[in-house]
Each structure stands twice: as C-alpha cells, then as structure tokens.
C-alpha cells in the first residue's frame, strides 16, 4: 500500500498541537525522571522488608505508622520467635536502623530480631506529638507535654499485643529505643513498668522537663534479666551529657534498680548522627551472652 507523504503545512500543524500539549501537561514538563507520588513499596528494598499496618490510640483518637522489617530466614524458620526491637521516632529511625541491624548481624554476630518503627507520618509538630508523648507529668511540664503515661498504655496495650499477634515475636526478648526526648521517655518507662522490656536504650536522653520522674522508686518487677543502657556522645550539649552521666551513675549504686544500667559514652559523638555506633554498641551489650549468664548466676 502506498502511503501518502503529510504535506509541510500538515506537519507544521501536528508538530505546533504537540508543543502545545507538552507545555500543557505538568508531567511531560517535569521530563520522564519525575517522582512518582504514589505509595513506594518497600519489598524491592530488602533490607527493610516486612510489613505495615496503621495503628489508632484509641485513647487520643490518633493515627499512628507501624513499619517492621523481618529478619532474614524468617518465613523458614516458621516455628521460630525472634527479639523484637521497638524504635521510636520511627519516622526517622526505622530507615536508619532496620538495615544497621542486618549488617550487625553479618559482621558482628548480633542476633536478627523483628525492628518495628512506630511513625507518626510527619514532622509537622500538629501531627507529630513526640513532645506530648514523650514527656511525663512533672512540676515543670507544660501544658502541651505530658502524655508519657497515656502512651506508654498504647505502647503497652495497642502496640505490643498488635506486632505480636501478626509476627512471631518473643514477648521475653523485647527491647525499646528513644532518642533525645524519647530517650527521657525510655528511662521512664523503666521505672514505670521495668519488666515491659528486657532492654532499653536511651540515646542522648534530655533531663527535662519532669526531671525528678526519673528518679522516683521503681515499680516493682520479677525478672532478674533486664537491662537499660544509657548513651551519650561527648559533643552532645553539657546539660545532656551531664543529665546521662548522673542518671547511669545513681541508678548504678542504687539498690532497688531493677536492671543492670551501662553508660556507654561517645568520644566524638553528637546528639542525633550517631545514632547507628549508639545502636551497635547498646545492642551488643544487651545480647552479650556473658552479662545474661551473670545476672542469672545464684549469689555464693
């Protein structure tokens, strides 16, 4: 079949239509590397492959993002349960985490575990509430502050009981990370119900508001295995590095502390980048076979 050549006032038009539409359309002038905005599916990034499910408090009526990544050999190893690790502020440091503790677990023996990051989905403080959340009662709480007890009961009685029942999670093995006012909210929660975690890590942990929370008596406890692990980097400000210094030293000589504490300082550290050394170092600690076979060990 013979086609027909466009004649030049033919092509002249078709080609003036198609500038028009391209200028027209956002996305043609975005170029073809224009972001999709859609959801971005996690499982083509295996080292933080596992799961999410959103979570409301129902106490506050507030929506929160549970991310979790499965270790490596889960879904054969069907009759086993892993450590959980539970990271707050995971909006920032599920990302930063999840893999470290892969590589932790190729290079330095550390043993996988499920890391669930629970996020609020955003830094806009109108939707993130960590200063809420995060801060007990106290002669010097504000009036937007507080709510430590209110979401420790969510972390409690929402959170665990929803990883758990989803994933094989061993209820013996669980550990809790907070940074900065989230590292407050770690060591609260230690005195408020020490047997909730086996381990707990606070990074950086700021000494206020509602100070004098953190060292009132202890709720009591049964078991005889747990331990907390306080981080600071040196470079951090001289309040916080004080505030980590005190609270691991009295809480080391006192006798109703219902853990083992370890300070675990930072030559070079700062307050936030050095969150995967603080994860690395607290994370051995715990899992360091020769401090659970101590605390275990009867008394001569």
Avoid: K
Avoid at 7 to 12: E, G, H, R, S, Y
Avoid at 134 to 162: I, K, M, N, V, Y
Avoid at 282 to 293: C, G, I, K, N, S
């Amino acid at each position: 079949m013979t086609r027909t050549p466009l004649l030049p006032a033919t092509i002249f038009l078709l080609a003036g239509w198609l500038s028009c539409a391209h200028a027209q359309d956002p996305s043609a002038a975005a170029g073809p590397t224009a972001p999709d905005r859609g959801a971005v599916p996690l499982d083509h990034l295996p080292a933080l492959r596992g799961g999410y499910f959103p979570l409301v408090d129902e106490a506050s009526g507030r929506s929160h993002h549970v991310y979790v990544r499965l270790p490596e050999g889960y879904e054969a190893a069907p009759e086993r349960h892993w450590p959980v690790v539970v990271l707050l502020d995971g909006d920032s440091l599920f990302p930063l985490l999840a893999p470290t503790h892969l590589f932790l677990t190729y290079d330095e023996g550390l043993p996988e575990a499920i890391v669930v990051g629970i996020a609020y989905g955003s830094f806009d403080p109108a939707i993130n509430r960590r200063n809420h959340d995060f801060t007990a009662a106290g002669t010097d709480t504000a009036s937007d502050q507080g709510g430590a007890e209110a979401f420790h009961r969510f972390l409690a009685g929402r959170l665990l009981p929803a990883v758990e029942s989803r994933y094989r999670a061993d209820p013996a093995r669980r550990v809790l990370l907070g940074q900065s006012r989230a590292g407050y909210f770690v060591l609260w929660s230690a005195l408020h119900d020490p047997d909730l975690f086996w381990g707990r890590i606070a990074s950086n942990p700021a000494p206020a508001p509602a100070r004098e929370q953190l060292y009132r008596n202890p709720a009591s406890h049964r078991r005889d295995d747990l331990g907390v692990v306080v981080a600071s980097g040196a470079r951090d400000t001289a309040a916080r590095v004080a505030h980590a210094r005190e609270w691991a030293a009295t809480w080391s000589a006192r006798s109703d502390a219902p853990w083992q504490v370890e300070l675990s300082v930072l030559p070079d550290g700062t307050h936030a980048a050095s969150i995967g050394e603080v994860y690395r170092r607290a994370m051995l600690w715990l899992f360091d076979e020769a401090r659970t076979e101590a605390v275990r060990a009867p008394v001569p």
